[in-house]
Each structure stands twice: as C-alpha cells, then as structure tokens.
C-alpha cells in the first residue's frame, strides 16, 4: 500500500511567529485516519520566523529527530547540553525520563525544519542530546542513514527498531530502496520525483506498507527523508 499525503491535505497552525503543517495529528489537531504510523508518531514541517521559537518546555519517552531543511536552530537543556543545527543536518534528542530544552531560530531568516518524533522500545532512560552534520548531496543518487536503533555503525542512535534515511537523486536518476519490514513513511525534502507511479514534490508524504522496495525517480534533482519502521 501506498497512501499519498499531499502537502495540502496536513493539518495546520499558523501564528504571528510559527506555520506548521501536521502529517499526523498534533496539538489541537485530530484526524482519526492520521494517528501515527506504527511507532511514528509525529512528523511536524515548521517554519519557524527570525529571532522566534520555542522557549523552555518538557518531554518524556520520545525520540524527537531534528531534520533542518534551512535556516538553523539552536537547541539548549536542563542537562547542559547546547549547540547549532545548521541546514542539512540532523540533532536527535532522547527525551527518556524528563527533559527540558528550547529550540530557537537566532539567524536573521526563517529556519524550516522536519520534527519527526519516534516512541521508543522502553522507557525511563537517560535523556541525551546530539547532533551532526552531513555530507551534501552529490552527482550520484545516494540514500544516507541519518540515525537508528539498528546497529548500523557510526551514526546516531535511536531507542527504536528503525533507520532515518536522507535520499538525494539528479535528474533522471532512480535509486532503489530496500524497506526491511516493508513499512516506512517519506517526505519530499525538495525538487520533485516519483515513487513507482505516483508523483510527489517537496512536503509531500507518502505512508508505505506492505511495499519491501520503492523505485525513486528524480524529474529534478531532489531529496527526500525516509523512515524506514518496524511493521506495527
């Protein structure tokens, strides 16, 4: 099965400081067909205005994944951690037994970004912070693993049986994607390209199941983040 979920069609927020689109139900928005999908539980696009953001709040047993498309946001905690995450790049914050963080756009332009929030495999752990950055997208079709709790060497780590992957793809490119349990959830990041038959542009999903491959066809070049779940 592949479901499209057109950029149009997420819930929405928008405020003097914040626009937010909602592949799922969040906040003060419910769609009872749009509950998550498997342990992927939120999947917010944010456009967060210069100089805004979000002040000092707390979380609990969530693995919330930054994926910043442009701009930066500078994140800082009740555990001492602090730092700047730039265009391209991913911080990952393990909420575990209780966490307070801020995340502020301090650049002089918007800052859009991907907050994928991810429910772990157990609770009460020691709440951590990281980030990295990542190589940009070369002349070759390439899918990069940003983060997973599947063992995959050298990169971050998440508290769930799932990878985050970044796929870049030039025009006429088609990269093959292997999707362990056949369940996963994409996002257009930019540039416009197709999964088999159905077309997709930047902020558009997609939620897969039942579907081990996915053939990716770029019409320009694109990019896309992937999350590759465990079947529920």
């Known amino acids: 099965m592949l479901d499209p979920r057109p950029f149009t069609s997420l819930g929405r927020f928008d405020n003097e400081w914040l626009n937010a689109r909602y592949h799922f ?4 928005y419910r769609d009872q067909n749009r509950m998550g999908w498997g342990p992927l539980l939120v999947w917010n696009d944010d456009t967060i ?41 991913v911080q990952v914050m393990s909420a575990g037994a209780g966490i307070r963080h801020s995340e502020m756009n301090r650049e002089r332009e918007d800052t859009t970004l991907f907050q994928i929030w991810i ?15 990542f190589p940009e997208a070369g002349a ?31 025009p006429g490119q088609t990269l093959e ?11 257009g990041v930019e540039g416009d390209f197709a999964v088999g038959d159905l077309a997709f542009g930047a902020r558009d999903g997609l939620a897969i199941l039942d579907q081990p491959k996915l053939t990716v066809t770029a019409r320009s070049a694109a990019s896309f983040v992937l999350a590759d779940l465990p079947r529920a």
């Open 119 to 133: 429910e772990p495999h157990t609770q009460g752990l020691t709440p951590r912070w990281e980030a990295r950055a």
């Open 49 to 89: 205005r210069a100089g805004t953001g979000f002040p000092m709040h707390g979380h609990r047993d969530m693995e919330i994944i930054t994926y910043v498309r442009h701009g930066a946001i500078s994140h800082a905690d009740d555990r001492g951690n602090a730092g700047v995450t730039l265009a391209g790049d």
């Open 177 to 187: 994607v292997d999707l362990r349990d056949g369940a996963g959830y994409l996002v």
């Open 140 to 170: 070759t079709a390439s899918l990069v693993p940003l983060v997973s709790g599947r063992g995959i060497p050298d990169i971050m780590t998440i508290a769930q049986d799932a990878t985050l992957w970044v796929g870049h793809v030039q």
């Open 25 to 28: 139900s969040f906040s003060h």
